[in-house]
């Protein structure tokens, strides 16, 4: 079975652009999250979705917004980027996150924005 | 709010035991894990708890107390690919929360 696929797997941007970044959970997982990682702050938890549905958010402004589609693959947005968004982005499935359920991550994104 | 806290570095000599403690305060609490990350790489599951107690998985067991809020990650017989971060994280409301993770070093 596949595993979690994210793309790009490497970006640089601007200051002021918007990006978004792609990730394609393992099949028949439905639940998808995103994560912010970086050396300072460690893991972060971005939002969780699950049938096209966000169920939780981390506290990062509504600057990052995300989205999942109808087959479960899962887009996340960030707009007006800024120097402090360079991070490694990480995405992660599981079956339904129904509590034991174990999440697997994808390789991530890493986002440099100068 | 969440607080999970684990140390940050621990160094040990290869074929050797380390214990890597995390306690957490977080607001609910539906199960904790490790994950295992190497520099430059994504976290990889190690172990899931979510009753009080042990579970073993080969050279990996993981503890955990939901009344002190206390778990521990082992790793026995240790070996040189071991040296990574490890993480706790906490589950809850479908969200999970991590503490900043704990870096071994396995010397030889």
């Known amino acids: 079975k596949a595993g979690v696929t994210q793309t790009p797997r490497y970006l640089i941007k601007t200051r002021g652009q918007q990006v978004t970044l792609s990730c394609s959970p393992i099949?028949?997982?439905?639940?998808v999250s995103w994560y912010q990682q970086t050396p300072g702050q460690g893991l972060q938890f971005l939002f969780e979705?699950?049938?096209?549905?966000?169920?939780n958010k981390g506290n990062f402004p509504g600057r990052f917004s995300g989205r999942q589609f109808s087959n479960s693959r899962s887009e996340m947005n960030v707009s007006t980027l800024e120097l402090g968004d360079s991070a490694l982005y990480l995405c992660?499935?599981?079956?339904?996150?129904?509590?034991?359920?174990?999440?697997?991550f994808g390789p991530g994104t890493r986002l440099l924005v100068l | 709010g969440q607080n999970i806290d684990q140390p940050t570095e621990m160094t040990a000599t290869e074929g050797a035991i380390v214990q890597i403690n995390c306690t957490y305060q977080?607001?609910?609490?539906?199960?904790l894990f490790w994950y295992q990350q190497h520099a430059g790489e994504a976290p990889t599951f190690l172990s899931y708890?979510?009753?009080?107690g042990l579970e073993e998985k080969g050279r990996f067991s993981s503890f955990l107390s939901r009344s002190k809020g206390y778990s521990y990650l082992l790793l026995k017989e240790l070996q040189m690919k071991d040296s990574a971060s490890y993480l706790c994280?906490?589950?809850?409301?479908?969200?999970?929360?991590f503490g900043a993770g704990t870096t071994v070093t396995v010397r030889a």
């Open positions: 994280a906490v589950l809850n409301d479908y969200k999970l929360s």
């Open positions: 992660a499935s599981s079956l339904s996150q129904m509590y034991q359920e174990t999440q697997y």
């Open positions: 977080t607001s609910g609490f539906n199960g």
């Open positions: 708890n979510v009753l009080d």
């Open positions: 099949s028949g997982h439905r639940s």
């Open positions: 979705y699950f049938s096209e549905t966000q169920r």
